[in-house]
Every structure is written in C-alpha cells, then in structure tokens.
Nanobody, 123 residues
Framework: VQLQASGGGLVQAGGSLRLSCAAS????????IGWFRQAPGKEREFVAA????????TYADSVKRRFTISRDNRKNTVSLQMNSLKPEDTAVYYC?????????????????WGQGTLVTVSS
C-alpha cells in the first residue's frame, strides 16, 4: 500500500487543522492506520490509530479530547482532526499502516509509511 499525507500548514495556537492520509494499492480495509509525529530533535511518537473497520481508536494522552481519527474505507482515506492546537503539537506528521485488525503505538509495528506533512502551531 502507498500512503500520502496532506493537510499540514501554519496555524495559531487554539486553531484547528485536518490532516488526510490517502491510500492506494492493496485493499485499504486490510490495514490498521496510525498517525505519528516527529518534532525537530525528537524521536517519532505515536499520536493516534484506527482499526481496519474504524470501530476502535487509540490516542496518545497528549492529544486525547483534542484530536479525532476517523477513516472512510470507501474513499481509502484516514483523517486526523486536530483542534485546540498547541505550539508543542508542531511537528512533521506521518501516517502509517500495519496489516492487523487494530492499531498499535510502537513505530516498529508499522510496515508502510507515507511522507510527512508539516504542522506548525504559532503561539
């Protein structure tokens, strides 16, 4: 599967952005999808994940109640709605896929990665 992330940009603190991850190739519904982010000088970290059917979601504590992950298997897309953004959310955001029913938090559990999209939150 090939993944393409988009939707990043510059936003003020308290604002919102919606990231999208578009997939092509093998059946999209065969994959659980995760979003990760990497800030300058830091390791890549888990943000959110959604199961194959979209019925189970997982979030990092730092984004709970602010971010929402969802998917549309008919359109082969996964979205990450980000609200109440903070400067510490600034990072390159990546979507990734794993061939299991549910998502997972470790970077190493994902087999396919898209290119990142930059999110910058100004104070």
């Amino acid at each position: 599967v090939q993944l393409q992330a988009s939707g990043g940009g510059l936003v003020q603190a308290g604002g919102s952005l919606r990231l999208s991850c578009a997939a092509s190739g093998r059946a999209f519904s065969d994959y659980a999808i995760g979003w990760f982010r990497q800030a300058p000088g830091k390791e890549r970290e888990f943000v959110a994940a959604v199961s194959r059917a979209g019925t189970r979601t997982t979030y990092a504590d730092s984004v709970k109640r602010r971010f929402t992950i969802s998917r549309d298997n008919r359109k082969n897309t996964v979205s990450l709605q980000m609200n109440s953004l903070k400067p510490e959310d600034t990072a390159v955001y990546y979507c990734a896929a794993r061939t299991t029913v549910t998502g997972a938090t470790p970077v190493s559990e994902y087999h396919y990665w898209g290119q990142g999209t930059l999110v910058t939150v100004s104070s």
